[in-house]
């Protein structure tokens, strides 16, 4: 008996390593993205946006191709804030859209979505959430190569921001369903986790994730701490105290303490 769980533990250990692998790089490129597109150059609109988002939605590549038929998908992570402003372990989800129409061409892009309300974080805490789908949720979208008005932002409740390459002029996230990937949650934290254990409750924890967390709180952290002027002059830690210099051509005056003067006998 002890032989045949031996044999079963490593006949999974491989595939584990595996999907924790493919997991781990989908952390680490969306560590990678939070960089590329809030701080290289800095974005003062995004960085702002984040410092109010509840959640962000990371999808390090989406991948779309059409011709007349089209699609598009890729792999995210979503991690929420708490009220002290830590960032929770990711939960893995998939998005994925299809089209028809008079199309053609390849497109590579990058999205984060800035969950900035309540409502919107627990739309997406669903099994499966369709961008567009739920009237009661708000949608706007913002960036270069990114189709939709900017106006709409101050309102939504989930706004995009993307980067974009390819043949087509921009990319369409209307109608995109996000769905939850259960089995990559329980293969990177060990536990059949949901995604509102791990966002919400943060029950869950990988050190891998720490990266991403990290880099979340540099750019959305909502207290500014100063830093030091480099050209400033720096003052020593200790100074002794002044000593009166006489004015030119004068000698020093010398200052000393006098006796009490004797009082009369009466």
């Known amino acids: 008996m002890l032989r045949l769980a031996a044999i079963l533990l490593l006949t999974l250990l491989p595939a584990l390593a595996h999907a924790q692998g493919e997991q781990q790089t989908l952390v680490d490129r969306a560590t990678l993205t939070v960089e590329e597109m809030l701080g290289q150059p800095p974005d003062q609109q995004r960085t702002s946006t984040l410092r109010q988002s509840k959640a962000v939605m990371i999808c390090p590549r989406i991948f779309r191709a059409g011709f007349f038929f089209g699609g598009a998908g890729g792999d995210c992570v979503l991690v929420a804030r708490d009220g002290a402003g830590s960032w929770s372990a990711p939960a893995f989800y998939t998005i994925g859209s299809a089209s028809f129409g008079l199309q053609i061409g390849i ?115 909502t207290q500014k701490v100063p830093m030091p002027d480099a050209a400033a002059p720096q003052e020593p830690l200790s100074q002794a105290p002044p000593t009166a210099e006489a004015p030119s051509g004068r000698a020093p005056v010398r200052q000393e303490s006098l006796p009490t003067p004797l009082q009369p006998a009466h």
């Open 107 to 221: 497109q590579d892009a990058e999205v984060i979505f800035m969950v900035l309300t309540e409502r919107g974080l627990n739309a997406l805490l669903d099994s499966q959430f369709k961008l567009g789908g739920d009237a009661s949720v708000s949608f706007a979208t913002a960036g270069v190569g990114v189709e939709g008005a900017t106006t709409a932002a101050l309102r939504a409740d989930i706004l995009a921001f993307a980067q974009s390459r390819g043949l087509y002029a921009g990319i369409t996230l209307g109608g995109s369903l996000f769905s939850v990937k259960s089995e990559w949650n329980q293969a990177y934290y060990g536990q059949p986790y949901g995604a509102r254990q791990i966002v919400i409750q943060m029950t869950a924890n990988n050190p891998g994730a720490n990266p991403l967390r990290a880099m979340l709180a540099r750019y959305g952290s």
